[in-house]
Nanobody, 115 residues
């Protein structure tokens, strides 16, 4: 079993920045993909950004150039640096880890972009 603990959400004004963190613990395998998804009220959960342990990244078109995903493999932690935030970025952000055919989710952290 794997546990994911997220932190860093909150309220920010449009144009502001936030950094999310997600630390994994438990039955950890070195080959894995960690990423961030988000879900706004009335919308489906969507992928924001992902990063393989080997370094390959992917981003949703809506966040390219504004969000940056990074990770510290030694700490089993993934980060999401969010800049130039827009009201439409408001959502619950979930950390996701995929390893040896299994998917794990964090509990979610709220990000609200509002003036």
């Amino acid at each position: 079993q794997v546990q994911l603990v997220e932190s860093g959400g909150g309220l920010v004004q449009p144009g502001g920045s936030l950094r999310l963190s997600c630390a994994a613990s438990g039955r950890i395998f070195s080959a894995n993909t960690m990423g961030w998804y988000r879900q706004a009220p009335g919308h489906q959960r969507e992928e924001v950004a992902s990063m393989h342990s080997g370094g390959l990244t992917s981003y949703a078109d809506s966040v390219k150039g504004r969000f940056t995903i990074s990770r510290d493999n030694a700490k089993n932690t993934v980060y999401l640096q969010m800049t130039s935030l827009k009201p439409e970025d408001s959502a619950v952000y979930y950390c996701r880890r995929f390893q040896v055919g299994e998917i794990y989710w964090g509990q979610g952290t709220q990000v609200t972009v509002s003036s």
